[in-house]
């Protein structure tokens, strides 16, 4: 397998990042990028690593880890947490509702 050839930059803004958390970006060429795409996607989804794509010395791109998709658990539950409290009208308006609504047919699979 061919090794890619990165020219290494280390970017941080200022505060945002502690001394172990700097990203690390690699430059490469579109063609080396192009040759070399499955080794490329395996870094990036593995190590985390980030790649700038290069056109003609010039940035075209940046290829980079896919976020986390969909949410967790912990993130419904802060959401639940901020939602506003029913008032006694809604509780009321869902007994109204629950009262008058027709009973369901006898399941066919229930013995």
Partial sequence: MQRLKCIPCITAAAGELSDNMIIMESRITATEAARTF???LNRVHYRGEIFIVERGGQPVCRIVPAGATGFKLWDLVQL????????AAYWDTLEEINRVQPPLPESP???
């Avoid at 639940?80 to 008032?87: G, H, I, S, V």
């Fill in 38 to 40: 499955s080794d490329l």
């Fill in 109 to 111: 699979w229930e013995r």
């Fill in 80 to 87: 639940w947490r901020t939602l506003p409290k029913p008032d």
